[in-house]
Each structure stands twice: as structure tokens, then as C-alpha cells.
């Protein structure tokens, strides 16, 4: 089963203004249907709740008229690769953004903390390990494409991840569900993904 429906939760803080992202991944409402996300100030800012047909509702705390204003999405809308302003209804301010994410150590990050207690995984502990090595690898520019880039997006599957590039879509699949693999990669010292050089961008083959 391929888990790749993800998206980014932007909304300025009511309470002490902040604007931060939250990453928010189909597998965050798996066992509960809802999802809550609060500021590093302890202040709620959102819940999104899955409904029964698989529609999602976002409620959100707005940041200029400190009303709560109710959106509604299917399946297919929410997980959608485009970035889409949040307005407050009443003074048509853009207080957020729903969109994709492209940042990987900071949705590593939150992938880690949605995993706990997860029961997606064959094996959550050495996936939680595999995604904490590859964040430390991305973290000192040692995870990054043939083409150059280090623009890489994270799928998680029940028994490994893949890595695909941004720029020129060449993937690494990296197994995740028994020891040796940990092993294999906390041996490596880079993780290189079989991109296409610039050249061969160049060329057309793309
Ligand atoms: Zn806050
Ligand atoms: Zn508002
Ligand atoms: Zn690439």
C-alpha cells in the first residue's frame, strides 16, 4: 500500500503570531479520525477531523478575526500538489496556506513524531531509525541526487522508502522492515539517488 497522500498545514498563530508549518500525512488519522495542531506556544491553532466517506474538515483558529473558520475537502482536494491560500472569511486575509511540503529534514521531523504508536509499519522503530539516519545524511548535504539537487520527497511504504528527486524525479528505494537494512545504511556514508545529470536534462531525455 502506497502512503503518499501528504500535505503542509501553514497558519499564523492567534496567540502570539507565529506562522509555522505542520506537515500533515494520511497515516495522522490513522486509529483516530482527528488531528489537532497547536503552536510551539502551547496556543490550538487547527483540528482536521476525516469524516466516514473520506471527506476532511479543517477548522482553524483565525490569526485576524480570532474566529474559527470551517473548510471542508474530499480526499482528492486536500491532498492536492498545489499550494492554497487560507483567508479569513470575514476580512479576506490570507492568514495560512494548505500545500505541498518541500522541505525534507523538517518533514522528517514530523513524520517522527506521527509514527509513534503507529501501526502502518511491519516495523515502526526501524523505519523511525532509517528516517533519522537519512535526515542526519540530508542534514550534512550527504543525501542528495545525481543531478545536483537535494530537493528530495520521502514515500513511506509499509516495508521501505522511497526517495524521489524534485528536480529530475530519479527515485532510490531503500528496504525498511528487517535489521540488515538499518545496517546497510548506517554503513553508508552518502546516499546518492540515480538522477539525470544536467547533460542529460539537457538532452531532452527528460
Ligand atoms: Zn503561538
Ligand atoms: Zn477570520
Ligand atoms: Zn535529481
Redesign the pocket.
Known sequence: MLINKETTLSLRCPACGILMADYVHAFSFSGNRQMDLECSCGQKKASIFREDNDNYILAFL?A??E?E?ILSYSDEEIWRNIPRPLK????GIQVGKLGPQKDLIGKLETIAEHMQGDDFFINPGLVLNILDRLQGLAIEGKLFCYCGSQEVHVDLFADRIKLICQDCAGELLIAASREEDLENITRRNDIVLPGYSAEEKRGGRL
Open positions: 483565525c485576524i478575526c474566529q473558520h479569513c472569511r470575514e476580512a
